[in-house]
């Protein structure tokens, strides 16, 4: 049974970074052909892609509104993923949702809160 444990989380003010990163127990990444994706959903807005990497090679994908800001990593051998966030904005305030998908298997974590005060 697959199982997603995310951290990282927290409240920080404007401009500042937070590290967010998700462990996978069950889905051993050397294993599978998958791709690795953050999304974030905000009060009373729908699910949001962020960003995305490939389990073979490094060809990221960012949501316009991060580019620059967010980066997406992946580590092999720790089975993790992580979302470093820089320059944080208010519009960054929403839960994160680590889901590493592969074929029609998708996988999702219990999500972790982010918060930037205006």
């Known amino acids: 049974q697959v199982r997603l444990e995310e951290s990282g989380g927290g409240s920080v003010q404007p401009g500042g970074s937070l590290r967010l990163s998700c462990a996978a127990y069950?889905?051993?990444?050397?294993?599978?052909?998958?791709?690795g994706n953050w999304y974030r959903q905000a009060p009373g807005k729908e699910r949001e892609l962020v960003a995305t990497i490939p389990s073979k090679g490094d060809a990221s994908f960012y949501a316009d509104p991060v580019k620059g800001r967010f980066t997406i990593s992946k580590d092999m051998d720790k089975n993790t993923l992580a979302l470093q966030m820089n320059n944080l904005k208010p519009e960054d305030s929403a839960i994160y949702y680590c889901n590493p998908a592969s074929g029609t298997d998708t996988y999702w974590g219990q999500g972790t809160q982010v918060t930037v005060p205006s």
């Open positions: 069950g889905f051993t990444f050397y294993y599978y052909i998958w791709t």
